[in-house]
């Protein structure tokens, strides 16, 4: 059996501030296998990574991300969530990030196109484009909830390979639905994910990677029900065997 793979959600946000540079570049340490991160658009059309679409939670702030053109949501500190890690780090650029993936070829990104909540026009564009810039299109895969999105980005973005991500319910006959739109993977929640459902996917060559997966009972279980994948908060301290 392949070793089960392992992506940092949000960065390595067990330990640091999500979706920061800092756990971006602590989980590029840990050697996981891809980093997973979410954008949105600010006011003035610019792409960060943040996770919700208010900033309440992860900064000194509040509000719509949407609301706050780039400049005012730089004077945010993102550490709301780790303070003790670390303080004063900001909500990064997508572009930030991607002129730091392009000097470590290690590092691989699952891109979370975040338009299921607000439609951000543009988003899937901006974003394709920056990716582009920095030649990143062999390391990157993009994932949503919203699965219009998802097509769309088959059109701006062929070859890119995409994740259908589903709510905490799950869906039957997954691996049947990407195969026929051309997703490549599967994204359920961890308590949806089942044997048969997995072996489903497999079946239509979809690949199953699961979120989020943290304590070592679910991790042996999803080693069992033999996922291609798990995003995980903590640095890779469990046997994938």
């Given at each position: 059996m392949a070793t089960m793979k392992v992506y940092a959600h949000r960065g390595l946000s067990g330990l640091y501030p999500e979706n920061t540079m800092i756990a971006f570049q602590r989980a590029a340490e840990e050697k996981f296998d891809a980093i997973e991160l979410d954008v949105q658009l600010t006011r003035d059309g610019q792409v960060v990574i943040i996770h919700d679409e208010a900033i309440d939670r992860t900064t000194n702030g509040?509000?719509?991300?949407?609301?706050?053109?780039?400049?005012?949501?730089?004077?945010?500190?993102?550490?709301?969530?780790?303070?003790?890690?670390?303080?004063?780090?900001?909500?990064p650029t997508f572009e930030e990030y991607c002129e730091w993936a392009s000097s470590d070829p290690s590092v691989h990104t699952n891109i979370?196109?975040?338009?299921?909540?607000?439609?951000?026009?543009?988003?899937?564009?901006?974003?394709?484009?920056?990716?582009?810039?920095?030649?990143?299109?062999?390391?990157?895969?993009?994932?949503?909830?919203?699965?219009?999105?998802?097509?769309?980005?088959?059109?701006?973005?062929?070859?890119?390979?995409?994740?259908?991500?589903?709510?905490?319910?799950?869906?039957?006959?997954?691996?049947?639905?990407?195969?026929?739109?051309?997703?490549?993977?599967?994204?359920?929640?961890?308590?949806?994910?089942?044997?048969?459902g997995v072996a489903e996917c497999h079946d239509h060559g979809v690949g199953v990677q699961v979120w989020t997966v943290d304590a070592?009972?679910?991790?042996?279980?999803?080693?069992?029900?033999?996922?291609?994948?798990?995003?995980?908060?903590?640095?890779?301290?469990?046997?994938?065997?």
């Amino acid at each position: 059996m392949a070793t089960m793979k392992v992506y940092a959600h949000r960065g390595l946000s067990g330990l640091y501030p999500e979706n920061t540079m800092i756990a971006f570049q602590r989980a590029a340490e840990e050697k996981f296998d891809a980093i997973e991160l979410d954008v949105q658009l600010t006011r003035d059309g610019q792409v960060v990574i943040i996770h919700d679409e208010a900033i309440d939670r992860t900064t000194n702030g509040s509000g719509l991300v949407m609301s706050y053109s780039l400049a005012d949501l730089r004077r945010f500190d993102a550490s709301r969530v780790r303070p003790e890690a670390t303080s004063g780090a900001g909500i990064p650029t997508f572009e930030e990030y991607c002129e730091w993936a392009s000097s470590d070829p290690s590092v691989h990104t699952n891109i979370e196109i975040k338009s299921s909540v607000i439609f951000y026009p543009g988003l899937e564009e901006k974003t394709f484009a920056i990716i582009q810039k920095y030649h990143l299109e062999d390391r990157v895969f993009f994932s949503s909830f919203n699965h219009l999105s998802l097509i769309l980005l088959q059109q701006i973005a062929p070859g890119i390979p995409l994740g259908l991500l589903v709510e905490q319910q799950g869906l039957v006959h997954a691996g049947s639905l990407c195969s026929r739109f051309g997703f490549d993977y599967f994204h359920p929640a961890l308590p949806s994910v089942t044997a048969e459902g997995v072996a489903e996917c497999h079946d239509h060559g979809v690949g199953v990677q699961v979120w989020t997966v943290d304590a070592q009972v679910d991790w042996d279980r999803m080693v069992a029900a033999k996922v291609d994948a798990v995003f995980s908060n903590f640095p890779r301290r469990h046997e994938a065997e």
